[in-house]
């Protein structure tokens, strides 16, 4: 069973830099394609980055790509986001899930970023 908990949000500069983290404690993510989904509210979740379950091959959203950068480590039961050039609009609460076919499920509660100056 996946159990996936997220950390590494908080408040940052515009321009800044964060680096999430996502933790599955049920030790089993590494069978699966990964994703990193955010929300504001009032508005629906929207895919960030997706990640293969090798690592081989990832996904972005055009709003973040060459900014944001997905990994993961399958030994650690670890995927991470890495944000570099923050703006206001990256503002949101992140989310990471499980990609199936159904679309996402085993959500995380999600960490919040914050971008302010």
């Known amino acids: 069973q996946v159990q996936l908990v997220e950390s590494g949000g908080g408040l940052v500069q515009p321009g800044g830099s964060l680096r999430l983290s996502c933790v599955d404690f049920?030790?089993?993510?590494?069978?699966?394609?990964m994703a990193w989904l955010r929300q504001v509210p009032g508005k629906a979740r929207e895919f960030v980055a997706r990640?293969?379950?090798?690592?081989?091959?990832?996904a972005y959203a055009n709003s973040v790509k060459g900014r944001f950068t997905i990994s993961r480590d399958n030994a650690k039961n670890t995927m991470y986001l890495q944000m570099n050039s923050l703006n206001p609009e990256d503002t949101a609460v992140y989310y990471c899930?499980?990609?199936?076919?159904?679309?996402?499920?085993?959500w995380g509660p999600g960490t919040q970023v914050t971008v302010s100056s």
């Open positions: 899930a499980v990609e199936l076919p159904r679309g996402y499920d085993y």
């Open positions: 990640i293969s379950s090798a690592g081989g091959i990832t």
């Open positions: 049920g030790r089993t993510f590494s069978r699966y394609t």
